[in-house]
């Protein structure tokens, strides 16, 4: 898997863009709050990145903000939701505004999105309710990547998230654990020891 990409913008052409990586072009499919935020063109970029493999296709997708390649992620594991439907949603409306959605039950809001119906707005509320992480205890939906990459106590809740565990449920795993100077690996070792007491 690409996690991601950092380099020169070449192009851009909503939805997609170019990326040079020391003289490779990468084409990556963005949502629209990525494009909002992009440099001029020649700019240097970092882009955190989710590769789709199909028989007809390898697409990949980036993202400017971690929080929203953690959405995208989460929702297509919805059933009915695809990687061009997810995009679709990010670029309507921020990963904080979606999230407000699902936690106030706000289908209306989700329709107004394109390609997104009544059944798929109610879909996608009852699936994610309790996967969405709680802003006020996580940083998933911090602005930027450098409030996630680098912190052990983060690191140590998206993999606690990769073994199965609710992002609410892997939050409060590590929230009351002593992290000071331990590293990512430690810290999730003492949040699986906490978990089987």
Do not use: W
């Amino acid at each position: 898997m690409i996690g991601f990409l950092r380099g020169k913008l070449v192009a851009k052409a909503p939805p997609y863009l170019v990326l040079d990586v020391q003289g490779v072009g990468y084409e990556v499919e963005a949502p629209m709050t990525t494009f909002y935020e992009l440099p001029a063109l020649g700019q240097e970029v970092t882009l955190h990145t989710h590769l789709v493999v199909r028989e007809d296709a390898h697409s990949l997708f980036g993202f400017v903000s971690h929080a929203d390649r953690t959405l995208f992620r989460t929702l297509i594991k919805v059933n009915g939701v695809g990687p061009k439907l997810a995009l679709t949603i990010l670029s309507g409306q921020s990963a904080e505004a979606f999230h407000r959605c699902i936690q106030d039950n706000d289908t209306l809001a989700l329709i107004r999105l394109p390609g997104v119906g009544k059944k798929t707005a109610e879909r996608l509320v009852i699936e994610l309710r309790d996967r969405l992480p709680d802003m006020a205890d996580s940083t998933a939906f911090a602005s930027t990547a450098t409030a996630v990459i680098g912190q052990p106590k983060q690191e140590a809740i998206s993999a606690l998230c990769s073994l199965g565990y609710k992002p609410l449920d892997a939050s409060k795993m590590v929230q009351n654990l002593n992290t000071e100077g331990k590293s990512c690996e430690d810290i999730i070792r003492l949040a699986l020891q906490g978990a089987l007491k």
